[in-house]
């Protein structure tokens, strides 16, 4: 036997995926006997825990194994080999299929409850089960993911066959596994304990993995009324938010920026909501004249804060900018104009030569945020520093260059725009 428990099949699981640590990473677990592994993973990388469900379909008197499976969003998958073998017709896929889809709705309710589940698109999605026999439940969860936008599927288990990788046909683009043993029978053969989850666990697995990750966050995709346009976004309000950041992305980015989401998922954590947006769409962004458009930009910026502002989620709460490189110029731009509500400006690694005279006009506390190795861009903002009028500091991450990829810098730069967001939205 490899693993005393599920627990110890995780921490093992654990070891072997310290690379993915510091990932914009979402780990699912395949309830329920996958849940208790995936928490330790989630534990292990910091990442938050989520379940994707899916659902075997048992074959006639061999409820164990599996002719295919079901998963969210009308996912189907056969394992036409086990069907051959067993002689299962369509009429025993069609009355598995009643039972399962009755489950999956029922456990939806049951672990969910009325919390959404976490955002996967863009992301790295990490699956996880306790184990890998014939692959179809697998299977069926990569496709769930990937239908739910994930931009990397990494399906990880504590054991499974020899060869496990060919039967999952590419749906996955990392694979991990603990031990692939030539004999293998079943799961449940290499754990020493492999008693049946119960619900409760899985909800209390759930549960701390939230509480470990801050409040609850309520997200929705958006879309944003502009000229001519309009502009996909993600607003994620954690209850009791003490204020909502609207995030301007810099050059060839958009919302789906990793050091922006790694950012704005810190701000949740501590009580603050977050709009992150595109600025431009699809065909704008590849005319490069509009991605230096900074009076465009801005207008745009200001237009989603109208719109924030009229939403309920946003009403009486104090608004701020998180601007990017030319997303910074952008957000200083906005908030030079005199009927500019917000409250607090974030810039990190920002061109706030590029806002120009607006700068003079700027009222709200402004924070700088440069890597101390980025000179450039440091004598920049200590330039935009002197022409400032408002509040303001120049904040330089040491060793960190402009795309504050070392270790620990873009942490800093979270850390330092929740301190000013949360301090400014407080005197409100």
């Given at each position: ?381 200590r330039r935009a520093g002197s022409l400032l009028r408002c509040e303001n500091r120049l904040a330089v991450v040491e060793g960190a260059t402009h795309l504050f990829e070392e270790p620990g810098a873009l942490e800093e730069v979270a850390e330092l725009a929740t301190s000013w ?8």
């Amino acid at each position: 036997m490899y693993f005393s428990d599920r627990t110890d099949a995780g921490r093992q699981l654990a070891a072997r995926l310290g690379h993915l640590k510091d990932q914009d990473v979402v780990v699912l677990g395949l309830p329920r006997g996958g849940v208790p592994v995936a928490a330790e993973v989630a534990d292990a990388l910091g990442a938050p825990l989520d379940i994707c469900l899916v659902r075997k379909l048992g074959t006639p008197g061999q409820p164990e194994l599996a002719m295919g499976a079901l998963g969210e969003g009308g996912v189907r998958v056969l394992n036409e080999r086990v069907l051959r073998r067993t002689g299962a017709d369509e009429r025993d896929i069609a009355a598995a299929e009643v039972r399962e889809h009755a489950e999956l709705d029922q456990r939806a309710g049951r672990y969910r409850g009325s919390r959404p589940s976490i955002p996967l698109e863009g992301r790295t999605v990490l699956v996880v089960d306790d184990g890998l026999a014939t692959g179809a439940t697998a299977l069926a969860a990569c496709r769930v993911v990937r239908a739910k936008g994930a931009a990397r599927i990494v399906l990880a288990v504590p054991v499974a066959p020899q060869g496990w990788t060919d039967r999952l046909g590419g749906e996955a683009d990392e694979t991990v596994s603990v031990h692939t043993p030539e004999l293998f029978y079943a799961i449940g053969q290499f754990y020493r304990d492999f008693t049946q989850t119960p619900d409760a666990e899985v909800i209390a697995c759930l549960d701390r993995n939230r509480a470990a990750h801050g409040p609850v966050v309520h997200e929705s995709d958006v879309r944003i009324p502009a000229t001519g346009a309009a502009l996909a976004g993600r607003l994620a309000v954690p209850e009791g938010a003490v204020g909502i950041v609207l995030f301007a992305h810099g050059s060839g980015s958009s919302r789906h920026s990793p050091r922006n989401r790694a950012v704005a998922t810190e701000l949740n954590r501590a009580g603050l909501g977050t709009l992150l947006f595109d600025l431009l769409t699809e065909t704008e962004a590849t005319d490069r004249a509009h991605v230096f458009d900074t009076p465009l930009l801005a207008g745009r910026l200001a237009g989603a804060t109208d719109w924030l502002a009229g939403r309920p989620e946003s009403d009486g709460l104090p608004l701020g900018y998180f601007g990017a490189s030319t997303g910074a110029a952008a957000a200083l731009w906005a908030a030079g104009d005199p009927g500019s509500p917000v409250a607090a400006v974030v810039s990190r690694g920002g061109r706030p030569d590029l806002a120009g005279d607006r700068l003079a006009g700027v009222r709200a506390p402004t924070l700088l945020v440069v890597g101390g190795r980025d000179a450039l861009v440091l004598d920049l903002n200590r330039r935009a520093g002197s022409l400032l009028r408002c509040e303001n500091r120049l904040a330089v991450v040491e060793g960190a260059t402009h795309l504050f990829e070392e270790p620990g810098a873009l942490e800093e730069v979270a850390e330092l725009a929740t301190s000013w967001f949360t301090g400014h939205f407080r005197d409100q």
